[in-house]
Nanobody, 126 residues
Framework: QVHLVESGGGSVQAGGSLRLSCTASGDTKNHCMAWFRQAPGKEREGVAMIGSSGSPVYAPSVKGRFTVSIENAKNTLYLEMNNLKPEDTAIYYC?????????????????????WGQGTQVTVSS
């Protein structure tokens, strides 16, 4: 099993920045992590992740504004969010799934992820 804890959320004005962290514990070696978010009344959607190739993938709505990175020694995944917009308001979750053939493919589909953190609220005012 792997356990996830998110932190770093808060309230900011449009154009502001936040940095989220997701710290994993347990069986981190055999799992892949990614960022998701869920706004009120909407389905959970993929935001960003880094595959085993080291290349990041982003949702079109955040590309160019968000940056995902990972610090393997700390088992922590980060999400640097810049130029935040009101439509970014959501609960941000870190998700984890088992590696496929030992590889983390760049998959941002929520059903593919089996473990979730508690979430951290991000609120962006206009």
């Amino acid at each position: 099993q792997v356990h996830l804890v998110e932190s770093g959320g808060g309230s900011v004005q449009a154009g502001g920045s936040l940095r989220l962290s997701c710290t994993a514990s347990g069986d981190t070696k055999n799992h892949c992590m990614a960022w998701f978010r869920q706004a009120p009344g909407k389905e959970r959607e993929g935001v960003a992740m880094i595959g085993s190739s080291g290349s990041p993938v982003y949702a079109p709505s955040v590309k160019g504004r968000f940056t995902v990175s990972i610090e393997n020694a700390k088992n922590t995944l980060y999400l640097e969010m810049n130029n935040l917009k009101p439509e970014d308001t959501a609960i941000y979750y870190c998700g984890a799934r088992e590696r496929f053939d030992g590889w983390c493919y760049t998959v941002l589909s929520p059903p593919s992820y089996t473990t979730w953190g508690q979430g951290t609220q991000v609120t962006v005012s206009s």
